[in-house]
């Protein structure tokens, strides 16, 4: 039931991006074509990029959430990683692409020659700055809401396109104000921002995908619980890995030496119980009981 309602979450904002991104790739290119601005063109090439992405964030996560199998008997959650990866890739190229673009006009020289923007491309510029700054807010409670890592990803795609735009206004301003040069600057910074956030979410990414550890914060809210629950003497070891958007947890805990197995077994049942119950993150918790005889009750 909950997997179906997170697909829910997934589809409506994802339609609601690729609807939103064709529309202001449109208005973007027709503005940098119409009042001559290759900053406004570059922008609306990150924004139709936009599209491609979040069709592989649809991809990742309608995969992770199908159920396990038995080929793959712990699911498919890091699938999600995979779609997360790709659309790095792709804002790492459109990043580039964009930039050695800039690049070549700024070392061609002959600036006089290059183009005024028209204020089309300013107020293409400033709709698309709001108009991705929602989007990124939108998408990132959807991502928040279901703790979905790809649709995350897609929410800071935005965020960048936001960015980018931001670039394109002071790049295209400035080549109104007389120093058509900016426009092509413009272009430079804008690929900045958009390698940047190319790392961003292959990093996260890559460490969700080699069981990175979740986070310190985390771990001691783990910790706490475990030593809450009674019975439970000290923790000998707790161990925790990120798996696509969840989390395994391993643990060793001490526990009277004396008591019988069924009893232990209760202890451990208790701590399983209480952390799968109080972080809806962990996936699955192993918990292994060590009898402790320095501190058991002797008769």
Partial sequence: MEKNLDKQVVMRVSTTSIIVNCVLSLLKLIAGIIAHSGAMISDAVHSASDVFSTIIVIIGVNISHRDSDQDHQYGHERMECIASILL????ALTGGGIGLSGIK????GQYDQLA?????????AVISIVVKEWMYWYTRAAAKKINSTALMADAWHHRSDSLSSVGSFIGIFGARLGWPVLDPIASVVICLFIIKAAYDIGKDALDKMVDHSCD???EEAIRQVILEQEGVIRIDELKTRLFGSKIYVDVEIAADGNLKLIDSHAIA???HDAIEEKFSTVKHCMVHVNPDMINSDTE
């Fill in 88 to 91: 790095a890739a792709v804002l």
């Fill in 105 to 108: 006009k700024i070392t061609a």
């Fill in 116 to 124: 005024i923007p028209g204020s089309l491309a300013l107020i293409a």
């Fill in 269 to 271: 049942e208790a701590v």
């Fill in 216 to 218: 310190e914060e985390t």
